[in-house]
């Protein structure tokens, strides 16, 4: 049995983003391979986000991505607000929208299996997603999306995490950005022109 040292479950904490007692055991059971205590990790992640799939996911953050001409805007909700504040749950509705923005996913199963540049947990986004559950402990979804992409120039405005507004303008960005500020304060009765009575 090879002797598991502080710096071999450093590294593979580093590599994973798993708890360290996680990354002791599945070192330990690994026999120190690293390579196999991460697939271990994953597996084990995967099983806890299994188990938490059920639970109801009543907080979420908003996340928007703007690219000129083309933006999105996602749902992304958890269990408890202290989630909401998580670097990685940032991050991870974040990257959602600028996928979203780029891509444009049929469904949220098509955004799911989009590729993510950041590999700790797999290659796709929703190999990301599972990996964050068995990291944090609670269940996370997305819950819907809206892309944009009509040719005209777009401008958000996201109001803490909770309320988001896009807007498409011709003319000035800054006049764009206070239209989507004063949307998100009043709720207005139409969003189009054809909503006007």
Known sequence: MAAITASMVAELRAKTDAPMMECKKALTEADGDM???????????????????????????????????????????????????????????????????????????ALGALPYEQETFGPTLEDVRKGLIGKIGENMSFRRFQRWANGGQLAAYLHGTRIGVVVEFDGHATAAKDVAMHDAAIKPGALTPADVP
């Open 35 to 109: 390579a196999k205590a991460e697939e271990l990790l994953r597996v084990k992640l995967g099983t806890k986000a299994g188990k938490a799939a059920s639970r109801v996911t009543a907080e979420g953050v908003v996340a928007a991505a703007i690219n000129g001409t083309t933006g999105a805007m996602i749902e992304v909700n958890c269990e408890t607000d202290f989630v909401t504040k998580n670097d990685s749950f940032l991050a991870l509705a974040n990257a959602a929208a600028k996928l979203i923005a780029e891509h444009n996913p049929a469904d949220i199963a």
